[in-house]
């Protein structure tokens, strides 16, 4: 157990739809990082908080967005949602603004029909 | 997205085998972070690596930092069914974002 929480596990909605999936790092984290995993694309990083404020963007698309909050928890927004972003979505936390090691959740799986 | 070529794709190997694979890169690295990955999992922290030609162990698992700084090395001893999984190599790039490798999925035969 990394320490790290993601809710839910699994999310099953329709084309068209909006989302908010859910991660508490672990405790004492400042760095919250964001990852989408599919089988054609493999592990990607979306996007970097560190203690509240947006910090690095990767490929995100601009349907998906994502805030830290006050206690540190992220939360990931996925709207006008189509076949393609069905996928697995990781979160991942640091100790601090430069480290390397992160942590992973356990991800939540994102079906979109 | 940029990756990490990582070889073999897939190994099955016998339980008490020892395993090896690699990862390389186009580009230099100043970290190297091994993980694995079981199904439904999230990645799991192996090994970090943070000096050129610096040799770390975990347990059963060794991981070297290769000297040209564009590739690292995962070696698992006697092998044993609960390592079976995919492992990814992983290095940061700018703001400590990590690139992935495409992965060494591990099948351990009892």
């Known amino acids: 157990d990394s320490g790290v929480t993601q809710t839910p596990k699994h999310l099953i909605t329709a084309t068209g739809q909006r989302v908010t999936l859910r991660c508490s790092p672990r405790s004492g984290d400042l760095s919250v990082y964001w990852y989408q995993q599919s089988l054609d694309q493999g592990l990607q990083f979306l996007i970097h908080?560190?203690?509240?404020?947006?910090?690095a963007k990767g490929n995100i698309l601009e349907r998906f967005s994502a805030q830290q909050f006050p206690d540190l928890h992220s939360e990931l927004n996925l709207s006008s949602l189509e076949l393609g972003d069905s996928a697995l979505y990781f979160c991942a936390s640091s100790v601090g603004y430069g480290d390397s090691e992160q942590y992973f959740g356990p991800g939540t799986r994102l079906t979109v029909t | 997205g940029q990756q990490l070529n990582q070889s073999p794709q897939s190994m099955f190997i016998q339980e008490g085998e020892d395993v090896s694979m690699n990862c390389t890169s186009s580009?230099?690295?100043?970290?190297w972070l091994w993980y694995k990955q079981e199904p439904g999992e999230g990645p799991v922290l192996l090994i970090a690596l943070y000096k050129a030609g610096e040799l770390t162990s975990n347990g059963r698992l060794t991981a070297q930092f290769g000297i040209t700084r564009k590739d690292s090395f995962l070696n698992i001893s006697a092998s044993i069914p609960s390592d079976v999984g995919i492992y990814f190599c992983?290095?940061?790039?700018?703001?400590?974002?990590?690139?992935f490798g495409t992965g060494t999925r591990l099948l351990v035969s009892p």
């Open positions: 908080y560190y203690n509240g404020e947006e910090r």
């Open positions: 580009s230099i690295f100043n970290t």
């Open positions: 992983a290095g940061p790039t700018g703001f400590q974002k990590l690139v």
